[in-house]
């Protein structure tokens, strides 16, 4: 591992970034690496993706969501929404119950095991939230959420 590390630690020596260094963009992106690196590791154990935990967040927050809803709010698309809850329904995550009204829709709720895994799940987020906000140093969170918020609605 320590070859690894030190091989790009040369190689970064020897390439200008040609200015990326200083972008908002490019650092935007490696800090986004880093940090779902990160929290990859720390759902590893519950055989959950981010885009996983953030279905099952919103689900949780808000039972009865249509999936059409969810991928909205989380920028999923359709196709890949549907194998994610797929997904989720086969382990016994998530369950689809009708909407009133509407045939071809589903209400989307946690099932006991869904809801178990996640207070688990949410824990190891809340530790890895920690490390990233211990990483920023004395940055005020709100002021950064709202900066973020702000770059997202671009």
């Given at each position: 591992?320590i070859?690894?590390?030190?091989r790009k630690?040369s ?5 200008s ?9 490019f650092?935007l ?21 981010v885009?996983d935990?953030s279905?099952?967040?919103?689900i949780?927050a808000?039972?009865?969501?249509q999936q059409?809803?969810?991928g909205e709010v ?6 890949n929404?549907?194998?994610?809850i797929?997904?989720l ?9 009708p909407v009133?009204?509407d045939?071809r829709?589903?209400a989307l709720?946690?099932?006991?095991a869904g809801e178990a895994?996640?207070?688990?799940a ?9 490390k990233v906000?211990d990483a920023?140093?004395?940055v005020?969170?709100?002021?950064m959420?709202?900066?973020?918020e702000?770059?997202?609605?671009l």
């Amino acid at each position: 591992m320590i070859e690894a590390r030190e091989r790009k630690d040369s190689i970064s020596e020897e390439v200008s970034l040609g200015g990326l260094e200083t972008t908002v963009g490019f650092l935007l992106r490696l800090a986004q690496v880093a940090v779902f690196k990160d929290l990859l590791a720390a759902l590893k154990p519950f055989d959950l993706r981010v885009t996983d935990l953030s279905v099952l967040l919103v689900i949780e927050a808000t039972p009865g969501l249509q999936q059409r809803v969810i991928g909205e709010v989380l920028r999923v698309q359709r196709s890949n929404l549907v194998t994610i809850i797929d997904q989720l329904e086969a382990r016994g995550l998530v369950r689809r119950g009708p909407v009133p009204g509407d045939r071809r829709a589903y209400a989307l709720s946690l099932t006991v095991a869904g809801e178990a895994l996640l207070q688990k799940a949410k824990a190891a987020h809340a530790q890895h939230d920690r490390k990233v906000l211990d990483a920023l140093g004395k940055v005020d969170k709100a002021q950064m959420l709202a900066a973020l918020e702000r770059i997202a609605a671009l």
